[in-house]
Every structure is written in structure tokens, then in C-alpha cells.
């Protein structure tokens, strides 16, 4: 189990408004490590970690051109096994990375060419990726199209986000946080946080108020209404994702499968129970959480095209959420320009993967340690921008 203590100014009362993985990674790191951490979230889990395939994949989600995004993730995922093995020894409940590498594969000449390209691109960072001929991708994925042109192997995991953040719950609480059914607000005093407000009816204090020496504010999408009572904006907005849950036998699939069919991207992620995500629109659409009828078509239609056994899979569930995107594609995290008030939001398509690394970032910002490398280029303050400049 890894050690943690808290910094030279001791246990700090800490209040965490958001309890998706970003919030509870944050809370249960800061409780393990002796601070007094509160969460509050009108409905803890449903927002866009419900909906996440739960890919640990800094290469296969980094494009070109994002290497602060590839650096980033490339730090969370070594962080990945100890967060796991650490969530698994507070809870009992055994928290697996699946070893289920990612194969990319193209279905005609420019994808392949594309691959090429994106492997020189991943070789030239420092990672590790595999170049296949169609025969060999299908001689480890039986299941994959004969229409193959070519694929890459890359040695990426994939976790169950709806267990990671249910066991989050239970091992912080197991460390003395409380989860509390409100929505909240920072209070701030003469440019400091002092504690949180509530927005809703059930609270725990007459004053409707909680003291806190750090608010944390890891609402995902909504980051930026929790900051309304600042004179800086946050410019997260909403990205809509649409999200398919299959089940087929267990063992029918060994990896996650990425493909492009017709200009649009799908992903393929199996999980060893035989639960099979498929996923995942990106919307640039504001607050819609309709499942569309075409965003179903299409990611079934595209799945089946690299995969066409998952035609006799059943489709168990369809699911929208909004993901808290940035203008860089990069997260937030770390002071703002009030003192007390920490961000962790901004995650866009990467949350579950980055969430060991920001828990490292908020947590080293709070016990005052230096952050942890790969996590330099998400400061908060970058995007911090007066009211009246916007
Ligand atoms: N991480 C993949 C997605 O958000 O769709």
C-alpha cells in the first residue's frame, strides 16, 4: 500500500463539490493521507464517468499534435496499478486493469497509411507500438473483419469505471470523508475560499454553510456554475458523448479495437464478463443528453463493420452524457486565482484515465509538494481569464 501523510500545514478540512472519478479520486486520496475531506453531489456517479468505457489509452486517444495530452497520459497510466492495487486493499473489492491491449486497424490503403504515420509519430515519444500485417491482427482477434488492411498493437489496459468509482465511495468514506446528497458553491471571503454553500434543501449545518480550508471544485461540465460568483471565468464547456453497452459471450474479445468506418471513430472495449462498450460520439452540441437514433445506428453500424460477430451481440444499453471539455483539450487542475479554490475539471474524453494523475496534482498542491511529472502543462491558471477580458 503506498504511504501518504499530509503537508507542513497539517489536516486540512477539504471540500470537494463533484463526486464523479475526478472528485473521488481526489477526496480519497486527501482522506488516506489524513485531511478532513467533505464531497458534495446532488447524484454522486452519474455524470460522464457512468458513460466511460474506462480506456487507459494515452497513445490510441492522444491525436497529433497533443503531446502535453500524450505526456499527461502517459504519467497517469504508470500511476494506473498502484491506484488500483491501493483502491483494492481500502475496499476488498478487486479492482482490475484488463490487460486488454489496443489494436488500431485500418480498413483501407489511407488508413493504413495513416497508421504508419501515427506509429513514427508514437515512436518518436518514446512508446511502445507494434506495426501488424492484416493476417497477424486477425490471428490475434479472430473476430476482425477480413476487409482488414493493416493494424497496430499498442499495450494500452482498460478498467470498469462505474466499479472504480463505486469503490472510490466506499474507501473514502472508510477514511473518514462523508458524501453528502447536496449541490454546492464556494463561498469567498475578501479573494479567499472559506468554505461551500448549499444549493440544495438537505444540508448539514444550521448555517447552510461548510467551513473548509481548500474547496476543490470537480463538477465536471458544470465547473464553470460553481464559479459563477467569481470575477474569473472558465471556459469548460459541455461535450456530448453517446455510448453503447453490449454483452456477448466472455473471451469473445481480447482487445479493444479502434477504428475509422465512413470518417467517423469507434471504439470497441471488452470487458472480461463479456460486457462489450462501444463508443462514443463527440458533440460539440451544448447541454442535449438525447440517445439519438442516428448516434446508435452509427456506432453499431461502425462496430459491426470492424467486428461483425458483435451483430449477434445484445444490445443491453444506450447512454448520453456530457463530457467538461477545454479549448486545448487539456484538463485543468491546480490553484486558481482565488486562494483556497483548486480546479480538477476539463478532462474531456480523458478522465478516467487522468484521474490518478490529478489526484497526485491536487493533493501535492494541497501538502505543498512539487507536482508530479507529465502534470506541468495542466495549470489551472492557464484558463483563468477575467470576466471582463471575456
Ligand atoms: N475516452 C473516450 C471517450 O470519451 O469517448
Same mark, same amino acid.
Given at each position: ?300 453500424? @461502425?462496430? =459491426?463493420? #470492424?467486428? *461483425?460477430?458483435? /451483430? %449477434? ?7 448520453? $452524457?456530457?463530457? &467538461? ?24 474524453? @480523458?478522465? =478516467?484515465? #487522468?484521474? *490518478?494523475?490529478? /489526484? %497526485? ?7 505543498? $509538494?512539487?507536482? &508530479? ?18
Amino acid at each position: 500500500m503506498t504511504a501518504l501523510t499530509v503537508g507542513a500545514k497539517g489536516p486540512q478540512r477539504v471540500a470537494v463539490l463533484g463526486a464523479g472519478i475526478i472528485g473521488l479520486a481526489c477526496a480519497w486520496r486527501l482522506a488516506r493521507a489524513g485531511h478532513r475531506v467533505t464531497v458534495l453531489d446532488p447524484s454522486a456517479r452519474t455524470g460522464a464517468t457512468y458513460a466511460a468505457a474506462g480506456m487507459i489509452a494515452p497513445a490510441s486517444e492522444a491525436a497529433f499534435g497533443q503531446d502535453a495530452l500524450l505526456a499527461a497520459g502517459l504519467a497517469s497510466a504508470r500511476l494506473w496499478p498502484t491506484f488500483a492495487a491501493d483502491l483494492t486493499h481500502d475496499t476488498g473489492r478487486p479492482i482490475e486493469l484488463t490487460p486488454c491491449a489496443t489494436m488500431l486497424v485500418a480498413l483501407d490503403a489511407d488508413d493504413d497509411n495513416a497508421l504508419t504515420r501515427h506509429v513514427r509519430h508514437l515512436h518518436r515519444r518514446g512508446c511502445t507500438a507494434e506495426r501488424l500485417t492484416s493476417r497477424a491482427a486477425r490471428r490475434l482477434e479472430a473476430g476482425l473483419t477480413p476487409r482488414l488492411a493493416g493494424a497496430v498493437l499498442l499495450h494500452e489496459t482498460a478498467v470498469d469505471a462505474r466499479k472504480v468509482a463505486s469503490a472510490l465511495e466506499v474507501a473514502l468514506v472508510e477514511h473518514g470523508g462523508t458524501v453528502l446528497a447536496v449541490s454546492g458553491e464556494p463561498v469567498v471571503h475578501e479573494g479567499t475560499a472559506t468554505g461551500v454553500r448549499s444549493l440544495g434543501e438537505r444540508w448539514a449545518t444550521t448555517s447552510g454553510v461548510i467551513d473548509a480550508d481548500v474547496v476543490v471544485v470537480a463538477a465536471g461540465w458544470r465547473s464553470p456554475q460553481m464559479l459563477s460568483a467569481l470575477d474569473h471565468a472558465v471556459p469548460i464547456r459541455p461535450l456530448k458523448g453517446q455510448i453503447l453497452r453490449l454483452r456477448s459471450s466472455p473471451g469473445a474479445l481480447g482487445h479493444t479495437v479502434r477504428g475509422t468506418v465512413r470518417g467517423r471513430e469507434v471504439y470497441v472495449v471488452p470487458r472480461p464478463d463479456g460486457e462489450v462498450v462501444v463508443g462514443a460520439t463527440s458533440e460539440d452540441v451544448g447541454e442535449d443528453l438525447r440517445v439519438t437514433a442516428g448516434a446508435v445506428h452509427d456506432l453499431l453500424h @461502425d462496430a =459491426i463493420e #470492424l467486428l *461483425p460477430e458483435l /451483430a %449477434e451481440a445484445t444490445l443491453v444499453e444506450s447512454t448520453a $452524457r456530457l463530457r &467538461p471539455a477545454t479549448s486545448d483539450n487539456l484538463p485543468v487542475v491546480g490553484p486558481t486565482c482565488v486562494d483556497g479554490l483548486v480546479l480538477a475539471s476539463g478532462h474531456g474524453r @480523458d478522465g =478516467i484515465l #487522468l484521474a *490518478p494523475l490529478t /489526484a %497526485e496534482l491536487v493533493s501535492a498542491h494541497i501538502d505543498g $509538494r512539487p507536482p &508530479p511529472s507529465g502534470a506541468e502543462t495542466l495549470a489551472a491558471q492557464r484558463l483563468c481569464t477575467p470576466k471582463e477580458l471575456t
